[in-house]
Protein backbone atom coordinates (compact mmCIF):
# COMPACT_ATOMS: atom_id res chain seq x y z
CA UNK A 1 0.00 0.00 0.00
CA UNK A 2 1.33 3.36 -0.89
CA UNK A 3 -1.04 6.12 1.51
CA UNK A 4 -4.58 6.62 1.73
CA UNK A 5 -7.05 5.49 -1.04
CA UNK A 6 -9.23 7.87 -2.71
CA UNK A 7 -12.75 8.38 -1.38
CA UNK A 8 -14.27 8.34 -4.64
CA UNK A 9 -12.09 4.34 -4.93
CA UNK A 10 -13.46 3.34 -2.66
CA UNK A 11 -17.06 4.03 -2.78
CA UNK A 12 -16.86 2.52 -6.42
CA UNK A 13 -15.93 -0.62 -4.73
CA UNK A 14 -18.66 -0.51 -2.40
CA UNK A 15 -20.91 0.40 -5.29
CA UNK A 16 -19.35 -2.95 -7.46
CA UNK A 17 -19.46 -5.13 -4.16
CA UNK A 18 -22.50 -7.82 -3.76
CA UNK A 19 -22.59 -8.35 0.19
CA UNK A 20 -24.73 -11.07 -0.43
CA UNK A 21 -22.09 -13.01 -2.47
CA UNK A 22 -19.29 -11.84 0.22
CA UNK A 23 -21.01 -13.10 3.25
CA UNK A 24 -21.77 -15.97 1.79
CA UNK A 25 -17.82 -17.12 1.77
CA UNK A 26 -18.24 -17.18 5.15
CA UNK A 27 -21.72 -18.63 6.22
CA UNK A 28 -24.67 -20.12 4.59
CA UNK A 29 -27.70 -17.56 4.04
CA UNK A 30 -31.24 -18.06 3.16
CA UNK A 31 -33.86 -16.02 1.62
CA UNK A 32 -35.90 -14.73 4.30
CA UNK A 33 -38.15 -11.96 2.61
CA UNK A 34 -37.66 -9.53 -0.68
CA UNK A 35 -34.58 -7.91 0.64
CA UNK A 36 -33.42 -9.71 3.44
CA UNK A 37 -31.02 -12.69 3.73
CA UNK A 38 -30.67 -14.74 7.10
CA UNK A 39 -27.99 -17.31 8.36
CA UNK A 40 -25.87 -17.43 12.02
CA UNK A 41 -23.69 -15.05 12.88
CA UNK A 42 -20.16 -15.20 12.46
CA UNK A 43 -19.08 -12.70 15.38
CA UNK A 44 -21.07 -14.38 18.09
CA UNK A 45 -22.08 -18.15 19.40
CA UNK A 46 -25.66 -19.18 18.38
CA UNK A 47 -28.13 -21.39 17.52
CA UNK A 48 -30.81 -19.56 16.09
CA UNK A 49 -30.40 -16.94 12.38
CA UNK A 50 -29.78 -13.56 14.09
CA UNK A 51 -27.51 -12.24 11.03
CA UNK A 52 -29.83 -10.32 8.29
CA UNK A 53 -28.19 -8.94 5.27
CA UNK A 54 -29.75 -6.01 2.99
CA UNK A 55 -29.37 -6.77 -1.23
CA UNK A 56 -30.90 -3.56 -1.91
CA UNK A 57 -28.97 -1.18 1.01
CA UNK A 58 -25.60 -3.07 1.35
CA UNK A 59 -26.18 -3.36 4.99
CA UNK A 60 -25.56 -6.12 7.67
CA UNK A 61 -26.81 -6.15 11.06
CA UNK A 62 -27.05 -9.43 13.79
CA UNK A 63 -29.70 -9.21 16.49
CA UNK A 64 -27.99 -10.96 18.51
CA UNK A 65 -24.87 -9.43 18.89
CA UNK A 66 -25.59 -6.09 17.44
CA UNK A 67 -22.76 -6.13 14.55
CA UNK A 68 -23.11 -4.35 11.78
CA UNK A 69 -22.09 -2.50 8.95
CA UNK A 70 -21.06 -2.71 5.05
CA UNK A 71 -19.33 -5.18 2.75
CA UNK A 72 -15.78 -2.89 4.33
CA UNK A 73 -16.68 -3.56 8.13
CA UNK A 74 -17.92 -7.04 7.71
CA UNK A 75 -14.73 -8.32 5.84
CA UNK A 76 -12.52 -6.10 8.37
CA UNK A 77 -14.28 -8.01 11.62
CA UNK A 78 -14.25 -11.81 9.83
CA UNK A 79 -11.07 -11.63 8.62
CA UNK A 80 -9.41 -9.38 11.50
CA UNK A 81 -8.47 -6.86 8.55
CA UNK A 82 -7.30 -3.25 8.52
CA UNK A 83 -9.70 -0.71 6.31
CA UNK A 84 -7.33 -0.85 3.57
CA UNK A 85 -6.55 -4.64 3.47
CA UNK A 86 -10.41 -5.28 3.43
CA UNK A 87 -11.06 -2.78 0.68
CA UNK A 88 -7.74 -3.91 -1.24
CA UNK A 89 -9.47 -7.12 -1.17
CA UNK A 90 -12.91 -6.30 -2.33
CA UNK A 91 -11.16 -4.24 -5.06
CA UNK A 92 -9.61 -6.96 -6.52
CA UNK A 93 -12.38 -9.30 -6.52
CA UNK A 94 -14.76 -5.95 -8.07
CA UNK A 95 -12.17 -4.87 -10.70
CA UNK A 96 -12.07 -1.67 -9.41
CA UNK A 97 -8.55 -0.30 -9.33
CA UNK A 98 -7.07 1.78 -6.67
CA UNK A 99 -5.69 5.16 -6.21
CA UNK A 100 -3.39 6.42 -3.28
CA UNK A 101 -2.61 9.64 -1.86
CA UNK A 102 -0.80 10.66 0.78
CA UNK A 103 2.23 8.66 2.39
CA UNK A 104 3.04 7.40 6.34
CA UNK A 105 5.96 5.21 6.47
CA UNK A 106 4.76 3.77 9.78
CA UNK A 107 1.21 3.22 8.43
CA UNK A 108 2.11 1.60 5.48
CA UNK A 109 4.31 -0.89 7.72
CA UNK A 110 1.73 -1.83 9.82
CA UNK A 111 -0.64 -2.38 7.11
CA UNK A 112 1.70 -4.59 4.71
CA UNK A 113 2.77 -6.41 7.63
CA UNK A 114 0.31 -9.30 6.92
CA UNK A 115 0.45 -9.10 3.29
CA UNK A 116 3.92 -9.83 3.66
CA UNK A 117 3.48 -13.05 6.05
CA UNK A 118 0.76 -14.33 3.10
CA UNK A 119 3.58 -13.70 0.38
CA UNK A 120 6.16 -15.15 2.61
CA UNK A 121 4.07 -18.33 2.97
CA UNK A 122 3.01 -18.66 -0.71
CA UNK A 123 6.78 -18.88 -1.99
CA UNK A 124 7.19 -21.19 -0.07
CA UNK A 125 4.45 -22.84 -0.77
CA UNK A 126 4.93 -22.42 -5.12
CA UNK A 127 9.11 -23.14 -4.00
CA UNK A 128 8.21 -26.37 -2.51
CA UNK A 129 5.78 -27.61 -4.96
CA UNK A 130 8.42 -27.10 -7.74
CA UNK A 131 10.52 -28.86 -6.17
CA UNK A 132 8.27 -31.54 -5.91
CA UNK A 133 7.63 -31.53 -9.62
CA UNK A 134 11.19 -31.15 -11.20
CA UNK A 135 13.88 -32.13 -8.28
CA UNK A 136 15.61 -34.95 -8.40
CA UNK A 137 15.33 -35.08 -4.60
CA UNK A 138 11.98 -35.46 -4.46
CA UNK A 139 11.95 -39.15 -5.89
CA UNK A 140 10.78 -40.82 -2.92
CA UNK A 141 8.59 -38.45 -2.05
CA UNK A 142 6.44 -39.02 -5.63
CA UNK A 143 6.84 -42.01 -5.27
CA UNK A 144 5.13 -42.22 -1.93
CA UNK A 145 1.84 -40.29 -2.87
CA UNK A 146 1.68 -42.40 -5.68
CA UNK A 147 1.51 -45.46 -3.30
CA UNK A 148 -1.17 -43.38 -1.23
CA UNK A 149 -3.37 -42.80 -4.61
CA UNK A 150 -2.24 -39.34 -5.34
CA UNK A 151 -1.40 -38.53 -9.06
CA UNK A 152 -0.41 -35.52 -10.36
CA UNK A 153 -3.52 -34.27 -11.00
CA UNK A 154 -4.10 -34.05 -6.90
CA UNK A 155 -0.46 -32.68 -6.24
CA UNK A 156 -1.44 -30.00 -8.20
CA UNK A 157 -4.89 -29.26 -7.26
CA UNK A 158 -3.69 -29.27 -3.46
CA UNK A 159 -0.06 -27.74 -4.07
CA UNK A 160 1.37 -30.43 -2.27
CA UNK A 161 5.16 -30.10 -2.07
CA UNK A 162 8.77 -31.25 -1.11
CA UNK A 163 11.19 -29.84 1.13
CA UNK A 164 14.74 -31.15 0.50
CA UNK A 165 17.57 -31.77 3.85
CA UNK A 166 19.23 -29.07 3.35
CA UNK A 167 19.16 -26.78 5.89
CA UNK A 168 19.17 -23.84 3.85
CA UNK A 169 16.95 -24.79 1.12
CA UNK A 170 14.25 -21.79 1.57
CA UNK A 171 16.74 -19.81 2.89
CA UNK A 172 19.02 -19.87 -0.27
CA UNK A 173 16.54 -19.29 -2.72
CA UNK A 174 14.20 -16.94 -1.44
CA UNK A 175 16.57 -14.48 -0.34
CA UNK A 176 16.16 -12.19 -3.22
CA UNK A 177 12.67 -11.91 -2.62
CA UNK A 178 12.26 -12.49 1.60
CA UNK A 179 14.33 -11.71 4.29
CA UNK A 180 15.37 -13.92 6.71
CA UNK A 181 13.62 -11.93 9.67
CA UNK A 182 10.22 -12.09 7.75
CA UNK A 183 10.51 -16.16 6.85
CA UNK A 184 11.51 -16.29 10.57
CA UNK A 185 8.14 -14.08 11.73
CA UNK A 186 6.54 -16.69 9.39
CA UNK A 187 7.78 -19.58 11.14
CA UNK A 188 9.35 -20.76 8.01
CA UNK A 189 12.47 -20.90 9.36
CA UNK A 190 14.16 -21.42 13.18
CA UNK A 191 16.81 -19.57 14.85
CA UNK A 192 18.87 -21.32 17.00
CA UNK A 193 20.46 -20.67 20.27
CA UNK A 194 23.50 -19.12 18.34
CA UNK A 195 21.81 -17.01 16.43
CA UNK A 196 22.10 -18.85 13.06
CA UNK A 197 19.13 -19.65 11.07
CA UNK A 198 17.54 -22.87 9.13
CA UNK A 199 14.74 -23.64 7.79
CA UNK A 200 11.74 -25.48 9.32
CA UNK A 201 10.76 -27.70 7.23
CA UNK A 202 13.41 -30.36 6.08
CA UNK A 203 12.86 -33.36 4.07
CA UNK A 204 9.08 -33.30 4.56
CA UNK A 205 6.24 -33.38 1.99
CA UNK A 206 4.47 -30.42 2.86
CA UNK A 207 1.02 -29.51 2.32
CA UNK A 208 0.32 -25.24 2.08
CA UNK A 209 -2.97 -24.59 4.34
CA UNK A 210 -5.22 -21.53 3.23
CA UNK A 211 -7.40 -19.41 4.71
CA UNK A 212 -11.21 -18.89 4.10
CA UNK A 213 -10.15 -16.52 1.51
CA UNK A 214 -7.62 -18.91 -0.07
CA UNK A 215 -4.31 -16.88 1.21
CA UNK A 216 -1.61 -18.98 2.51
CA UNK A 217 -0.75 -18.59 6.02
CA UNK A 218 0.77 -21.64 7.08
CA UNK A 219 2.63 -24.74 6.44
CA UNK A 220 1.45 -28.50 7.59
CA UNK A 221 4.51 -31.36 6.76
CA UNK A 222 4.81 -35.06 6.98
CA UNK A 223 8.35 -37.43 6.98
CA UNK A 224 9.52 -39.61 4.70
CA UNK A 225 8.86 -43.34 5.46
CA UNK A 226 12.93 -43.82 5.07
CA UNK A 227 13.32 -41.06 7.50
CA UNK A 228 14.36 -41.30 11.39
CA UNK A 229 11.65 -42.75 13.32
CA UNK A 230 12.32 -40.38 16.32
CA UNK A 231 11.37 -37.60 14.67
CA UNK A 232 7.59 -36.16 14.63
CA UNK A 233 5.30 -37.89 12.07
CA UNK A 234 3.69 -34.43 11.33
CA UNK A 235 5.63 -30.74 11.47
CA UNK A 236 3.57 -27.59 11.51
CA UNK A 237 4.16 -24.11 11.17
CA UNK A 238 3.90 -22.07 14.48
CA UNK A 239 1.00 -19.80 15.24
CA UNK A 240 1.66 -16.05 13.93
CA UNK A 241 -0.45 -13.09 13.11
CA UNK A 242 -2.03 -14.66 10.18
CA UNK A 243 -1.72 -18.14 11.20
CA UNK A 244 -4.22 -19.13 14.31
CA UNK A 245 -4.55 -22.93 14.18
CA UNK A 246 -7.56 -23.15 16.99
CA UNK A 247 -9.58 -20.92 14.04
CA UNK A 248 -8.19 -22.65 11.10
CA UNK A 249 -9.02 -25.80 9.23
CA UNK A 250 -7.21 -27.34 6.19
CA UNK A 251 -9.23 -27.34 3.19
CA UNK A 252 -11.98 -25.47 4.53
CA UNK A 253 -11.20 -22.32 1.74
CA UNK A 254 -11.98 -25.31 -0.83
CA UNK A 255 -14.75 -27.52 0.75
CA UNK A 256 -16.75 -24.54 2.29
CA UNK A 257 -19.09 -24.63 -1.18
CA UNK A 258 -19.54 -28.36 -1.03
CA UNK A 259 -20.24 -28.14 2.84
CA UNK A 260 -22.92 -25.34 2.31
CA UNK A 261 -24.89 -27.48 -0.16
CA UNK A 262 -24.94 -30.66 1.37
CA UNK A 263 -24.93 -29.26 5.22
CA UNK A 264 -22.57 -31.89 5.83
CA UNK A 265 -18.62 -31.99 7.14
CA UNK A 266 -16.15 -34.92 7.51
CA UNK A 267 -13.44 -33.93 9.88
CA UNK A 268 -10.40 -35.87 9.82
CA UNK A 269 -6.94 -35.98 11.48
CA UNK A 270 -4.88 -35.99 8.46
CA UNK A 271 -3.72 -33.69 5.52
CA UNK A 272 -3.69 -36.95 3.09
CA UNK A 273 -7.20 -38.05 5.03
CA UNK A 274 -8.62 -34.88 3.70
CA UNK A 275 -7.18 -35.60 -0.05
CA UNK A 276 -8.03 -39.09 -0.47
CA UNK A 277 -11.49 -37.85 0.82
CA UNK A 278 -11.54 -35.48 -1.79
CA UNK A 279 -9.95 -37.00 -4.77
CA UNK A 280 -12.24 -39.88 -4.22
CA UNK A 281 -15.53 -37.58 -4.49
CA UNK A 282 -15.93 -36.71 -0.69
CA UNK A 283 -15.02 -32.76 -1.49
CA UNK A 284 -16.76 -31.77 2.51
CA UNK A 285 -13.26 -33.05 4.42
CA UNK A 286 -11.28 -30.97 6.24
CA UNK A 287 -8.59 -31.38 9.23
CA UNK A 288 -7.17 -29.69 11.87
CA UNK A 289 -3.64 -28.25 11.83
CA UNK A 290 -2.02 -30.07 13.95
CA UNK A 291 -4.16 -29.34 17.08
CA UNK A 292 -6.56 -30.15 19.31
CA UNK A 293 -10.40 -30.33 18.17
CA UNK A 294 -11.54 -26.43 19.65
CA UNK A 295 -14.54 -24.44 20.33
CA UNK A 296 -12.94 -22.15 16.68
CA UNK A 297 -13.23 -25.46 14.79
CA UNK A 298 -17.08 -25.69 16.24
CA UNK A 299 -17.46 -21.72 15.36
CA UNK A 300 -15.90 -22.29 11.77
CA UNK A 301 -18.19 -25.52 11.17
CA UNK A 302 -21.10 -23.81 12.42
CA UNK A 303 -21.03 -21.38 9.96
CA UNK A 304 -21.82 -23.59 6.69
CA UNK A 305 -22.55 -27.39 7.93
CA UNK A 306 -26.16 -28.95 10.03
CA UNK A 307 -23.46 -32.37 10.60
CA UNK A 308 -20.00 -32.67 11.29
CA UNK A 309 -18.94 -36.15 11.56
CA UNK A 310 -15.42 -36.80 13.04
CA UNK A 311 -13.98 -39.45 11.54
CA UNK A 312 -11.11 -41.50 12.86
CA UNK A 313 -9.25 -43.97 12.37
CA UNK A 314 -8.72 -45.48 15.85
CA UNK A 315 -11.43 -45.58 18.99
CA UNK A 316 -8.85 -43.87 21.11
CA UNK A 317 -8.79 -40.77 18.69
CA UNK A 318 -12.24 -40.59 18.22
CA UNK A 319 -12.27 -40.77 22.01
CA UNK A 320 -10.20 -37.87 22.37
CA UNK A 321 -11.72 -35.71 20.04
CA UNK A 322 -15.69 -36.70 21.80
CA UNK A 323 -14.07 -35.82 24.82
CA UNK A 324 -12.83 -32.40 23.85
CA UNK A 325 -16.18 -31.62 21.59
CA UNK A 326 -18.62 -32.40 24.59
CA UNK A 327 -17.82 -30.05 26.74
CA UNK A 328 -18.54 -27.00 24.08
CA UNK A 329 -20.82 -28.57 21.43
CA UNK A 330 -24.13 -27.47 22.53
CA UNK A 331 -22.79 -23.93 22.00
CA UNK A 332 -22.90 -24.32 18.36
CA UNK A 333 -25.91 -24.94 15.80
CA UNK A 334 -24.06 -28.10 14.41
CA UNK A 335 -24.54 -31.54 15.05
CA UNK A 336 -21.15 -33.47 16.24
CA UNK A 337 -21.68 -37.25 15.01
CA UNK A 338 -18.15 -39.72 15.63
CA UNK A 339 -17.87 -42.10 13.16
CA UNK A 340 -14.33 -45.02 14.04
CA UNK A 341 -13.69 -46.61 10.34
CA UNK A 342 -13.79 -50.40 11.28
CA UNK A 343 -10.76 -52.83 11.54
CA UNK A 344 -8.21 -49.40 12.15
CA UNK A 345 -8.57 -48.78 8.44
CA UNK A 346 -7.96 -44.33 8.12
CA UNK A 347 -10.04 -42.72 5.91
CA UNK A 348 -7.80 -42.14 3.08
CA UNK A 349 -6.97 -46.13 2.73
CA UNK A 350 -11.07 -46.92 3.27
CA UNK A 351 -11.47 -44.62 0.32
CA UNK A 352 -9.19 -45.70 -1.63
CA UNK A 353 -10.39 -49.22 -1.06
CA UNK A 354 -13.98 -49.08 -0.91
CA UNK A 355 -14.88 -45.80 -2.28
CA UNK A 356 -16.51 -42.64 -1.29
CA UNK A 357 -20.21 -44.14 -1.70
CA UNK A 358 -19.29 -46.59 1.32
CA UNK A 359 -17.45 -44.09 3.14
CA UNK A 360 -20.40 -42.08 3.20
CA UNK A 361 -22.95 -45.09 4.30
CA UNK A 362 -20.70 -45.89 7.09
CA UNK A 363 -20.89 -42.46 8.35
CA UNK A 364 -24.98 -42.36 8.11
CA UNK A 365 -24.75 -44.83 11.09
CA UNK A 366 -22.56 -42.32 12.87
CA UNK A 367 -23.17 -42.04 16.85
CA UNK A 368 -24.22 -38.54 17.98
CA UNK A 369 -21.72 -38.18 20.26
CA UNK A 370 -23.37 -38.29 23.79
CA UNK A 371 -24.70 -41.92 22.52
CA UNK A 372 -21.08 -42.33 21.54
CA UNK A 373 -19.87 -41.51 24.73
CA UNK A 374 -22.19 -43.54 26.61
CA UNK A 375 -21.61 -46.33 25.30
CA UNK A 376 -17.93 -46.65 25.58
CA UNK A 377 -17.70 -45.33 29.16
CA UNK A 378 -20.31 -48.27 29.52
CA UNK A 379 -18.18 -50.75 27.54
CA UNK A 380 -15.37 -50.52 29.96
CA UNK A 381 -17.04 -52.16 32.50
CA UNK A 382 -17.94 -56.01 33.41
CA UNK A 383 -21.59 -55.71 33.68
CA UNK A 384 -22.26 -59.49 34.72
CA UNK A 385 -21.95 -58.39 38.40
CA UNK A 386 -24.21 -55.41 40.15
CA UNK A 387 -20.71 -53.70 41.19
CA UNK A 388 -19.77 -53.64 37.30
CA UNK A 389 -22.98 -52.14 36.40
CA UNK A 390 -22.96 -49.41 38.99
CA UNK A 391 -19.58 -48.50 37.62
CA UNK A 392 -20.66 -48.22 34.75
CA UNK A 393 -23.71 -45.95 35.16
CA UNK A 394 -21.29 -43.43 37.36
CA UNK A 395 -19.33 -43.47 34.88
CA UNK A 396 -21.72 -42.24 32.10
CA UNK A 397 -23.80 -40.47 34.57
CA UNK A 398 -21.47 -36.95 33.93
CA UNK A 399 -22.19 -37.09 30.09
CA UNK A 400 -25.80 -37.28 30.97
CA UNK A 401 -26.13 -35.05 33.46
CA UNK A 402 -24.13 -32.38 31.44
CA UNK A 403 -26.58 -32.25 28.80
CA UNK A 404 -28.50 -29.53 28.78
CA UNK A 405 -31.82 -29.83 27.27
CA UNK A 406 -33.56 -31.74 29.43
CA UNK A 407 -35.44 -33.68 26.50
CA UNK A 408 -32.26 -34.84 25.69
CA UNK A 409 -30.89 -35.83 29.16
CA UNK A 410 -34.52 -37.99 29.71
CA UNK A 411 -33.94 -40.04 26.96
CA UNK A 412 -30.20 -40.48 27.25
CA UNK A 413 -30.55 -41.97 30.81
CA UNK A 414 -33.09 -44.06 29.76
CA UNK A 415 -30.55 -45.11 26.71
CA UNK A 416 -27.77 -45.68 29.72
CA UNK A 417 -30.11 -47.77 31.61
CA UNK A 418 -31.01 -50.17 29.26
CA UNK A 419 -27.21 -50.27 28.20
CA UNK A 420 -26.04 -50.83 31.78
CA UNK A 421 -29.04 -53.73 32.31
CA UNK A 422 -30.50 -51.65 34.95
CA UNK A 423 -33.63 -49.99 35.83
CA UNK A 424 -34.62 -46.65 34.44
CA UNK A 425 -35.54 -45.37 37.93
CA UNK A 426 -32.36 -46.27 39.48
CA UNK A 427 -30.42 -44.19 36.81
CA UNK A 428 -32.97 -41.49 36.94
CA UNK A 429 -32.57 -41.11 40.80
CA UNK A 430 -28.89 -40.95 40.20
CA UNK A 431 -29.21 -38.18 37.81
CA UNK A 432 -31.64 -36.60 40.21
CA UNK A 433 -28.42 -36.69 43.07
CA UNK A 434 -26.07 -35.38 40.64
CA UNK A 435 -28.62 -32.65 39.05
CA UNK A 436 -29.15 -31.64 43.21
CA UNK A 437 -25.71 -31.69 44.27
CA UNK A 438 -24.80 -29.33 41.51
CA UNK A 439 -27.18 -27.17 42.43
CA UNK A 440 -29.31 -25.07 40.81
CA UNK A 441 -27.79 -23.45 37.48
CA UNK A 442 -27.26 -19.86 38.01
CA UNK A 443 -30.29 -17.77 37.21
CA UNK A 444 -29.72 -14.83 34.18
CA UNK A 445 -31.21 -11.54 34.36
CA UNK A 446 -33.81 -11.48 31.61
CA UNK A 447 -36.21 -8.92 32.01
CA UNK A 448 -36.82 -7.53 28.91
CA UNK A 449 -35.75 -3.63 28.36
CA UNK A 450 -39.75 -1.52 28.81
CA UNK A 451 -40.35 0.49 25.81
CA UNK A 452 -42.14 3.32 25.69
CA UNK A 453 -45.08 3.82 23.23
CA UNK A 454 -43.53 6.93 22.02
CA UNK A 455 -40.05 5.38 21.50
CA UNK A 456 -41.67 2.17 19.89
CA UNK A 457 -43.16 4.70 17.55
CA UNK A 458 -40.04 6.54 17.14
CA UNK A 459 -38.53 3.37 15.68
CA UNK A 460 -41.10 2.55 13.79
CA UNK A 461 -40.91 5.43 11.60
CA UNK A 462 -37.17 5.36 11.63
CA UNK A 463 -36.89 2.09 10.40
CA UNK A 464 -39.46 3.27 7.52
CA UNK A 465 -37.66 6.01 6.42
CA UNK A 466 -34.32 3.83 6.26
CA UNK A 467 -36.21 1.24 3.92
CA UNK A 468 -38.84 2.72 1.84
CA UNK A 469 -37.45 5.42 -0.99
CA UNK A 470 -41.21 5.94 -1.15
CA UNK A 471 -41.81 6.99 2.76
CA UNK A 472 -38.81 8.93 3.03
CA UNK A 473 -39.59 10.85 -0.23
CA UNK A 474 -43.41 11.79 1.48
CA UNK A 475 -42.97 11.97 5.12
CA UNK A 476 -39.59 13.44 5.92
CA UNK A 477 -41.06 16.85 4.79
CA UNK A 478 -43.79 16.77 7.20
CA UNK A 479 -40.59 15.63 10.34
CA UNK A 480 -38.85 17.31 12.28
CA UNK A 481 -36.11 16.70 15.22
CA UNK A 482 -38.77 17.78 17.23
CA UNK A 483 -41.12 14.33 16.71
CA UNK A 484 -38.65 12.55 18.11
CA UNK A 485 -38.17 12.36 21.63
CA UNK A 486 -35.00 10.00 22.62
CA UNK A 487 -31.66 11.96 21.67
CA UNK A 488 -30.06 8.46 20.09
CA UNK A 489 -33.47 8.47 17.96
CA UNK A 490 -32.85 12.16 17.11
CA UNK A 491 -29.09 11.69 16.33
CA UNK A 492 -30.54 8.68 13.80
CA UNK A 493 -33.24 10.92 12.06
CA UNK A 494 -30.41 13.76 11.33
CA UNK A 495 -28.23 11.00 9.83
CA UNK A 496 -30.99 9.82 7.83
CA UNK A 497 -32.22 13.18 6.53
CA UNK A 498 -28.60 14.28 5.66
CA UNK A 499 -28.12 11.00 3.85
CA UNK A 500 -31.04 11.37 1.43
CA UNK A 501 -32.12 7.93 2.29
CA UNK A 502 -28.92 6.60 1.03
CA UNK A 503 -28.20 4.32 4.50
CA UNK A 504 -24.85 2.82 2.49
CA UNK A 505 -23.47 5.82 2.30
CA UNK A 506 -24.03 6.84 5.80
CA UNK A 507 -22.76 3.31 7.28
CA UNK A 508 -19.96 4.04 4.89
CA UNK A 509 -18.85 7.15 6.28
CA UNK A 510 -19.33 6.94 9.64
CA UNK A 511 -16.48 6.93 12.50
CA UNK A 512 -19.42 6.06 15.28
CA UNK A 513 -19.26 2.01 15.13
CA UNK A 514 -22.34 2.26 16.93
CA UNK A 515 -24.44 4.73 14.77
CA UNK A 516 -23.84 2.33 11.87
CA UNK A 517 -24.56 -0.71 13.81
CA UNK A 518 -27.80 1.36 14.53
CA UNK A 519 -28.21 2.51 10.91
CA UNK A 520 -27.90 -1.18 9.71
CA UNK A 521 -30.72 -2.50 12.24
CA UNK A 522 -33.00 0.16 11.24
CA UNK A 523 -32.80 -1.46 7.07
CA UNK A 524 -33.43 -4.83 8.61
CA UNK A 525 -35.70 -5.27 11.44
CA UNK A 526 -39.12 -6.24 10.81
CA UNK A 527 -41.99 -3.54 10.86
CA UNK A 528 -44.26 -3.78 13.65
CA UNK A 529 -47.11 -3.31 10.85
CA UNK A 530 -47.37 -4.63 7.45
CA UNK A 531 -45.05 -2.39 4.88
CA UNK A 532 -47.80 -0.43 2.74
CA UNK A 533 -48.44 3.96 2.29
CA UNK A 534 -51.32 3.61 4.95
CA UNK A 535 -49.36 2.03 7.81
CA UNK A 536 -46.75 4.68 7.27
CA UNK A 537 -49.30 7.93 7.45
CA UNK A 538 -50.63 6.15 10.61
CA UNK A 539 -47.36 6.28 12.22
CA UNK A 540 -46.90 9.81 10.98
CA UNK A 541 -49.91 10.76 12.60
CA UNK A 542 -49.07 8.75 16.18
CA UNK A 543 -45.49 10.53 16.03
CA UNK A 544 -48.15 14.01 15.18
CA UNK A 545 -50.22 13.37 17.88
CA UNK A 546 -47.15 12.52 20.24
CA UNK A 547 -45.52 15.67 19.57
CA UNK A 548 -48.19 17.69 19.76
CA UNK A 549 -49.31 16.06 23.14
CA UNK A 550 -46.00 17.01 24.38
CA UNK A 551 -46.29 20.69 23.60
CA UNK A 552 -49.61 20.79 25.39
CA UNK A 553 -48.50 19.40 28.30
CA UNK A 554 -45.67 21.89 28.77
CA UNK A 555 -48.07 24.70 28.15
CA UNK A 556 -50.20 23.87 30.64
CA UNK A 557 -47.54 23.44 33.39
CA UNK A 558 -46.33 26.89 32.16
CA UNK A 559 -50.21 28.06 32.74
CA UNK A 560 -50.13 27.03 36.19
CA UNK A 561 -47.13 28.57 37.29
CA UNK A 562 -48.74 32.07 35.97
CA UNK A 563 -50.98 34.58 37.62
CA UNK A 564 -54.38 34.84 35.01
CA UNK A 565 -55.24 38.22 36.06
CA UNK A 566 -51.62 39.94 36.37
CA UNK A 567 -49.33 38.35 33.69
CA UNK A 568 -49.39 39.80 30.58
CA UNK A 569 -48.55 36.42 28.65
CA UNK A 570 -51.33 34.51 30.00
CA UNK A 571 -53.59 35.07 27.75
CA UNK A 572 -51.42 34.40 24.41
CA UNK A 573 -49.94 31.37 26.33
CA UNK A 574 -53.73 30.29 27.01
CA UNK A 575 -54.88 31.06 22.87
CA UNK A 576 -51.82 29.08 22.20
CA UNK A 577 -53.16 26.12 24.11
CA UNK A 578 -56.69 26.27 22.59
CA UNK A 579 -54.99 26.03 19.32
CA UNK A 580 -53.03 23.02 19.98
CA UNK A 581 -55.77 21.27 21.36
CA UNK A 582 -57.68 22.16 18.46
CA UNK A 583 -55.41 20.64 16.36
CA UNK A 584 -55.34 17.33 18.40
CA UNK A 585 -58.75 16.63 18.42
CA UNK A 586 -58.59 17.05 14.75
CA UNK A 587 -55.68 15.46 14.29
CA UNK A 588 -57.53 12.49 16.33
CA UNK A 589 -60.96 12.65 14.48
CA UNK A 590 -58.85 12.57 11.26
CA UNK A 591 -57.57 9.26 12.28
CA UNK A 592 -61.05 7.60 13.72
CA UNK A 593 -62.40 8.91 9.83
CA UNK A 594 -59.77 7.16 8.33
Known sequence: MAGRIRAEDIES?????????IVSEYLTL???????????CPFHTEKTPSFSVSPSKGVYYCFGCGAGGDAVRFLEAVENLTFPEAVERLAKDAGVTLRYEGESPADKREASRRQTLYRANEEAAKLYHETLKNDGSSEEARNYLTERGMDKETAERFEIGFAPGASDFLLRNLRTKLSPEIMLEAGLVVKDADGTMRDRFRERIVFPVRDLSGRAVGIGARILPSSDSKLAKYLNSPETPVYRKGEMLYNLNGAKGAITRSGEAFVVEGYTDVIALAKGGIEEAVATCGTALSEGHFRLLSRFAQRAVLAFDSDEAGARAAERAFSFHEQFAVQPVVLILPEGADPADFVNARGAEAFRELSRGALPLAEYMIKR????????SVEGQTRAVDAAMPVVAGLQDPVRRQEYAHMLAELAGVGDSSVLMKLDQKTAAAGPAPEIATRPKRVSVEERTEREMLKFLARDADTYGVLMGKLSEEH???AQNRKLFVL???SGGNIRAEVAKGADDRLAQSLSALALEPLDGDATREYAEGVWGKLQELMLQRRSGALRRRLQKMNPTSDPEYDGVFQELIGLDGDLRRLREQVVGD
Not at 30 to 40: M, N, T, W
Request: aromatic letters at 8%.
Open 13 to 21: VRERTDLVK
Open 30 to 40: KKAGHDSFVGL
Open 377 to 384: SVGRFDLS
Open 484 to 486: FQS
Open 496 to 498: LKD
